[in-house]
């Protein structure tokens, strides 16, 4: 079964840093995409950031030009460096993998346990 091992987060004052990690135990030519949703209280989860297997990145509006996603060299760790936070940040941060599977054209979403980030002064 895939595992996501994810570590980052905590609480960080508003204009303060933060970075988010996540590790997947998934093959590699499985995987789809990789990246970050949020979920704040009485919201729905949304994308946060995104990697595709061709390194192609995605941003939600919102963090555009504060946060950045990126990808080490065995393409099984994203991280997402958040700078510039803002208290709108706060949210449980989910790590997310959408893996391909032989049998269908539908992809799987892996959901990592996670982690909550708390911007407040």
């Known amino acids: 079964q895939v595992q996501l091992v994810e570590s980052g987060g905590g609480l960080v004052q508003p204009g303060g840093s933060l970075r988010l990690t996540c590790t997947t135990s998934?093959?590699?030519?499985?995987?789809?995409?990789m990246g970050w949703y949020r979920q704040a209280p009485g919201n729905e989860r949304e994308l946060v950031a995104s990697i595709s297997r061709g390194g192609n990145t995605v941003y939600n509006d919102s963090v555009k030009g504060r946060f950045t996603l990126s990808r080490d060299n065995t393409r099984t760790t994203v991280t997402l460096q958040m700078n510039s936070l803002k208290p709108e940040d706060t949210a449980v941060y989910y790590c997310?993998?959408?893996?391909?599977?032989?049998?269908?054209?539908?992809?799987?979403?892996?959901w990592g346990q996670g982690t909550l980030v708390t911007v407040s002064s």
């Open positions: 997310n993998v959408k893996q391909e599977r032989s049998w269908t054209d539908k992809l799987l979403d892996v």
């Open positions: 998934a093959s590699i030519f499985s995987i789809n995409s």
